[in-house]
C-alpha cells in the first residue's frame, strides 16, 4: 500500500472528507501566490503555515490593513510591507527555503484569550497495541506567550478548565464544550485511522474562537507529550501507559 504523506494538507483533505468534521475545519487551500491573496482578500487574516512544519516554526500571520498594506506577524515580530509584490518578495526572500514552497493557507481563528494572549488545547487520543478503540488520554489548553500568535511558545500550559474559566468566554458560550470537542477528538482520530492505519496517537489541536465555537486547527501523528508532564493531572501516566500497551 502507498503510504499517505504526513503533510498538513493530506491531513486537511482527510479530514474533510467526513461530514461532521468538514463544520470544525477553517477554510484552507494550498499555497501558491494566487491562493495566497485570494484568502486574504476573503478573510481579512490568514495563516501561512509549512506542510511539514511543527512546534510553530514557520508559521506567519498575514493581516490586510488600508491602502494595500500587509502585515506579517511571525514570532513575537511584527513588519508591514507594501502591496503585494514586496509582500511576495519578502517572504521569498526571508521565508522560502526552497523554490516550490509547500504551505497552507488557512483562515484565521480569531482564539479566545486570556489576558489578551490566545490559547488553543491539545487533545491526546490514543489507541492499545490490539484495540480498535480510541480514548481520550489527555487534555489541556497551550496560552500564547505575550505577543505570539503561535501557542506553541507557551507562556503557560493550563487545564481546559482553568483556562476557559480564566478566559473571555462566558458560561453560555463553553455549555458542553467538553463534550463536543471529546467527540471532534475522536472523530478526527478515527477518519484520520483510515488512511494512517499504524498510528496509535493523535495530538489534536483545536481553538474556541471568541464566540465559543470549536475549530480544528490540526492533527499531529506523533505527538510530543511533555507538555502533559506539567499538568500533574494523571494524564502523563495514562499516555504512557497506552504508548506501552
Ligand atoms: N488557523 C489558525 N487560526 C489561529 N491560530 C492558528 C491557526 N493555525 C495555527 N494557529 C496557531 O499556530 C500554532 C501552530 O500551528 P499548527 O497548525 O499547530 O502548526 P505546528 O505543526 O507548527 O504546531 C497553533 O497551535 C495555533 O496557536
Ligand atoms: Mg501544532
Known sequence: MMRVSYGKWTKHKLMSQDDLLIGYLPDTVYFTEETLWGMLEKHGKVMLKPCFGYQGLGVIQLSALENDHIELHKEYKKIILNGKEETYSYLKENHFSR???RYIVQQKIPLATINNNPF????MVQRKRNSLEWVITGKLAKLAANNYVITNAAKAILSLEEAVQRSTL?????NNIVTELDQVSLIVAEQLAKSYP???AYGIDLGIDQEGKIWIIEANLSPSIFMFKLLKDGSYETIRCYQKG
Do not use: F, M, W, Y
Not at 120 to 123: A, E, Q
Open 120 to 123: 488553543d488545547l491539545r487533545v
Open 170 to 174: 462566558n458560561n453560555e458560550q463553553t
Open 198 to 200: 499504524n498510528i496509535r
Open 99 to 101: 523554490k516550490r514552497p
